[in-house]
């Protein structure tokens, strides 16, 4: 027998610890996991930019079916200004999807943020894969008892 609504998104909570770079928050419908893992400053002499990246991972449980759902969202943003002009983007996704992302810079001061707070220094960058949130989160599910409630092409992205 499956473990209860209230078990399973307490087994999902229990994965929380100071050394995770993101989150597990409790919803209505189940867990949020929220993992801001772009957020830098730089300058240089003549030129300066930041890069934000951050991603979303909603698990939603259904009791009567014991099984879940997995809603993905990721957004990454940059801005520049040098000598060779000024630029912007913003991309979004939602959906299942399967991401890594590794991004390393250097800077006469860089300023970045995390979980642990602030930093700052000559060197910036960060390192992400999706699986890191998602996978601690299956394995509790299913030791749960629960099964994974998305389809086919979500299931290959890891879901």
């Known amino acids: 027998m499956a473990a209860s609504f209230a078990e399973a998104q307490q087994s999902i909570l229990a994965l929380n610890n100071d050394e995770l770079p993101f989150v597990y928050q409790p919803t209505p419908d189940g867990v949020v996991a929220h993992w801001k893992f772009g957020d830098v400053r730089w300058n240089n002499i003549i030129a300066a930019g930041q890069a934000d990246a951050e991603y979303e991972l909603r698990v939603v449980l259904d009791p ?4 879940w759902k997995f809603h993905e969202k990721s957004s990454q ?3 520049h200004i040098g000598p060779s002009g000024a630029g912007a983007s913003k991309s979004w996704h939602s959906g299942p999807q399967k991401s890594m992302s590794f991004t390393i810079g250097g800077a006469v001061k860089a300023e970045q943020t995390d ?3 602030t930093t700052d220094g000559h060197v910036y960058g960060w390192a992400f894969t999706s699986d890191e949130v998602k996978e601690p989160v299956v394995n509790a599910l299913e ?3 629960w099964k994974s409630g998305n389809g086919f092409f979500s299931k290959l992205f890891g879901g």
Not at 64 to 67: A, C, G, L, Q, Y
């Open 77 to 79: 943003s940059e801005a």
């Open 143 to 145: 030791a749960a008892g």
């Open 64 to 67: 009567e079916k014991e099984s």
């Open 115 to 117: 979980r642990h707070g």
